[in-house]
């Protein structure tokens, strides 16, 4: 069956620091990836996808990166973290675009 | 444009109460559609889809409906129970199979 790791759970910060939030997926070959940021009691917000192994698409202009060095891999980083930096992060999964996406536990970003 | 929104956006019922929650979309060309359970502090968990062709689906307590023609969907849910508290998020994919729509949410709260 197939699993999706994320970490860490939480995570505070000071503000200017780097970041790098990982997440794997296992069970499954060539998935689409997804990070989601959601401000506190608002709606999911897509960040990157990924479709294949160095292959990024930045949906919301931002400080922040995304990175694929393998297959099942999906890495999530910051240069310089801002105070709007601050939120829960998902990460994500799915066949296609259009097959059920499955979310990893999220990391709570707080960055002071 | 895509745009999926979603009422309401925070609804409290008491336990044992019925409660409908609605989607209204714009995505097109439409494929399917999915209602996502996300708990508090947790990723989303896809509770039911509906494709064109279907108008009506139940999971458990959860009813999923949808009219095509007018491009709305709604969930029913029955009998709520303490732990249906949570977000209930309405995701449209474009059947170009390249983009994600997600609504807003509704925040339900049960209680006793």
């Known amino acids: 069956s197939q699993t999706i790791h994320q970490w860490p759970a939480t995570l505070v910060q000071p503000v200017g620091s780097p970041l790098s939030l990982e997440c794997t997926v296992e069970?499954?070959?060539?998935?689409?990836l997804y990070w989601y940021r959601q401000a506190a009691g608002r709606g999911l917000q897509l960040l990157f996808y990924?479709?294949?192994?160095?292959?990024i698409s930045s949906e919301v202009p931002q400080n922040l990166s995304a990175s694929r060095p393998q297959d099942r891999q999906f890495i999530l980083s910051s240069k310089k973290l801002l105070l709007s930096d601050s939120g829960f992060y998902l990460c994500?999964?799915?066949?296609?675009?259009?097959?059920?996406?499955?979310f990893g536990q999220g990391t709570r970003l707080t960055v002071v | 444009k895509n745009q999926v929104e979603q009422s309401p956006q925070s609804l409290i019922i008491l336990e044992g109460k019925n409660c409908t929650l609605q989607c209204n979309y714009t995505v097109s060309p439409f494929s399917n559609l999915r209602w996502y359970k996300q708990d508090t502090g947790r990723g989303p968990v896809s509770l039911t889809i509906?494709?064109?062709?279907?108008n009506t689906k139940s999971n458990g307590r959860y009813t999923a409906t949808l009219d095509a023609d007018t491009k709305q969907s709604s969930l029913h849910i029955t009998a709520s129970q303490l732990s249906d508290s949570a977000s209930y998020i309405c995701v449209v994919p474009n059947n170009a199979g390249n983009m994600l729509t997600f609504g807003g949410g509704t925040r339900l709260m049960v209680k006793p």
């Open positions: 994500a999964w799915s066949a296609t675009w259009t097959d059920e996406a499955f």
């Open positions: 990924s479709v294949g192994i160095g292959q």
């Open positions: 509906m494709t064109f062709s279907e």
């Open positions: 069970g499954t070959s060539n998935p689409n």
